[in-house]
């Protein structure tokens, strides 16, 4: 069974910096994208960034500039270092991937659990 586990959130003050670690274990033939997504508390939840195997990277106009996406393909991890956090970044972050088990499966989307990260002085 394939988990993606994030790590790395929490508490900081606005101005700040946090990094968070997505990785994705499990029988795992590829992964195509891999990715964060957030949701504050009464949102939906949105894209923050995304990133391809061959390093393609989509950002949401609300973070350029601020925040860097990127990727250990031999790790199977994905990374998303923030940079002058504000609390409207205040949300639950989600990793994602789209995966594939074997080469004859067909690609699918897998969700971590989620991490929380809380801008606040």
């Known amino acids: 069974q394939v988990q993606l586990v994030e790590s790395g959130g929490g508490l900081v003050q606005p101005g700040g910096s946090l990094r968070l670690s997505c990785a994705a274990s499990g029988i795992i033939f590829s992964i195509n994208v891999m990715g964060w997504y957030r949701q504050a508390p009464g949102k939906q939840r949105e894209l923050v960034a995304t990133?391809?195997?061959?390093?393609?990277?989509n950002y949401a106009d609300s973070v350029k500039g601020r925040f860097t996406i990127s990727r250990d393909n031999a790790k199977n991890t994905v990374y998303l270092e923030m940079n002058n956090l504000k609390p409207e970044d205040t949300a639950v972050y989600y990793c994602?991937?789209?995966?594939?088990?074997?080469?004859?499966?067909?690609?699918?989307?897998?969700w971590g659990q989620g991490t929380q990260v809380t801008v606040s002085s």
């Open positions: 990133i391809t195997s061959g390093g393609r990277i």
């Open positions: 994602y991937g789209i995966l594939r088990i074997n080469p004859q499966s067909a690609y699918y989307n897998q």
